[in-house]
Nanobody, 122 residues
Framework: QVQLVESGGGSVQAGGSLRLSCLPS????????YAWFRQGPGKEREFVAL????????LYADSVKGRFTISRDNPKNTVYLQMNNLNTEDAAVYYC???????????????WGQGTQVTVIS
């Protein structure tokens, strides 16, 4: 089981930016896929973005495409989510997850972090 620790959440004005980080407790396997999901108040947990740890293009939810960027720093064993032009609809708890499939379905991911809160002030 991989432990995942998210950080970087906080409060930001609408239109502002935040960068979230996800630090796994161990080096990923070659087929590892890392993803960010989010869950707003009273909402289902939804897919945000994913990236393969060892190459391949990223995939984004339509709602964040062009504003969010997922990336990885392999030497630092860290996955990031850069979030720009935030709006109130982006306010949620953001979760990092790891699996072995390029999937937008949360059931495909085996291990999850505890989440980090993002608040957007209008």
């Amino acid at each position: 089981q991989v432990q995942l620790v998210e950080s970087g959440g906080g409060s930001v004005q609408a239109g502002g930016s935040l960068r979230l980080s996800c630090l796994p407790s161990q080096r990923p396997y070659s087929r590892s896929v890392y993803a960010w999901f989010r869950q707003g108040p009273g909402k289902e947990r939804e897919f945000v973005a994913l990236i393969r740890y060892h190459g391949g293009s990223a995939l984004y939810a339509d709602s964040v495409k062009g504003r969010f960027t997922i990336s990885r720093d392999n030497p630092k064993n860290t996955v990031y989510l850069q979030m720009n032009n935030l709006n109130t609809e982006d306010a949620a708890v953001y979760y990092c997850a790891v699996g072995t499939q390029d999937s937008t379905n949360r059931a495909a991911y085996d291990d999850w972090g505890q989440g980090t809160q993002v608040t957007v002030i209008s």
